[in-house]
């Protein structure tokens, strides 16, 4: 069990950056993939970034490939999303989540701990 929560967002205009970051605390952070996701209004949640426990592997949504970077810092419990060159289809909620193995997955279903998410909007 951990507990997560986002912080972050807000309203940028198009090409504009934001950085995310996830708070965790509880159970043995450091053993647990972690990843952001996001839902745009009648859409299906969807995989941006994940990492696994350790930070050295990664793997982005192409569309985000190039522009977002996912990082972690175990020693401090946090997970971060650097957004640059904004776009206004980037405009979701933004959830962090993490599950119980130390590889990651792409899928929602494969992580069992969500934050409560954080708006970002993008202006064109």
């Known amino acids: 069990q951990v507990q997560l929560v986002e912080s972050g967002g807000g309203v940028v205009q198009a090409g504009g950056s934001l950085r995310l970051s996830c708070a965790a605390s509880g159970d043995n952070f450091f053993e647990r993939a972690m990843g952001w996701f996001r839902q745009a209004p009648g859409k299906e949640r969807e995989f941006v970034a994940v990492i696994s426990s350790s930070g050295t592997l990664t793997r982005y949504r192409n569309s985000v490939e190039g522009r977002f970077t996912i990082s972690r810092d175990n020693a401090k419990n946090m997970m971060y999303l650097q957004m640059n060159s904004l776009k206004p289809e980037d405009t979701a909620v933004y959830y962090c989540?993490?599950?119980?193995?130390?590889?990651?997955?792409?899928?929602?279903?494969?992580?069992?701990?969500w934050g409560p998410g954080t708006q970002v909007t993008v202006s064109s």
């Open positions: 989540a993490a599950r119980s193995k130390g590889y990651y997955a792409l899928t929602p279903r494969d992580y069992g701990d």
